[in-house]
């Protein structure tokens, strides 16, 4: 519940001020953070998928989800249903949790990082993150790694626009590039 108050007593008051919000409930929060792992070139490989749901699990605490694919492309070699992708929603205490390790923990962890791009905004105040190896969560032992993959974070905000959900998000700590 840390962060969450955190949230609470420290973000809300500079939102409202910035933004000029009467209601503490017009404030923007974050609504959810969806982990996605695209099996891609480990589609037909058993252990890529049991590693890829393994390691969502481990991360996050949950079940993942199998996705499906919705039709079919010869292209890819993918049919109707085949199992293209794994991820977890995460609301709540769970949410909360996870974003203070990825803010505190992961994205420190990041080999020659320097911030995340202010363009991965989608115009409806949600963020997306792209990690190229998933070994960037204290969860995942580098001794125990088989194979490594990539690993895409949501955080969908109730933010209106992408000013907002860039001012919640680096208020949160979020390191964004400065503009150039």
Not at 43 to 50: D, R
Not at 59 to 82: D, H, L, W
Not at 159 to 167: R, V, Y
Request: proline share 3%; hydrophobic share 35%.
């Amino acid at each position: 519940m840390a962060f969450q108050m955190f949230y609470k007593q420290e973000v809300v008051p500079k939102l409202k001020t910035e933004f000029g919000y009467k209601n503490v409930h017009g404030v923007p929060t974050v609504k959810s953070v969806t982990l996605n792992v695209g099996l891609g070139a480990g589609l037909k490989e058993a252990k890529y998928i049991e590693t890829a749901e393994k390691t969502l699990t481990r991360i996050s605490g949950q079940k993942p989800v199998a996705t499906k694919a919705r039709k079919s492309i010869s292209t890819f070699k993918i049919r109707e249903g085949n199992v293209v992708g794994m991820k977890v929603t995460l609301r709540g205490k769970r949410m909360w949790d996870f974003l203070e390790k990825l803010i505190k923990v992961s994205l420190p962890r990041v080999r020659d990082f320097r911030g995340l791009s202010q363009q991965a905004f989608d115009g409806q105040g949600n963020y997306s993150i792209g990690f190229k190896e998933h070994i960037a969560f204290p969860e995942i032992r580098s001794d125990e790694i088989e194979l490594i993959h990539g690993l895409q974070v949501t955080i969908a905000t109730s933010a209106k626009n992408d000013a907002e959900s860039k001012s919640l998000l680096t208020h949160l700590g979020l390191p964004l590039k400065k503009e150039t």
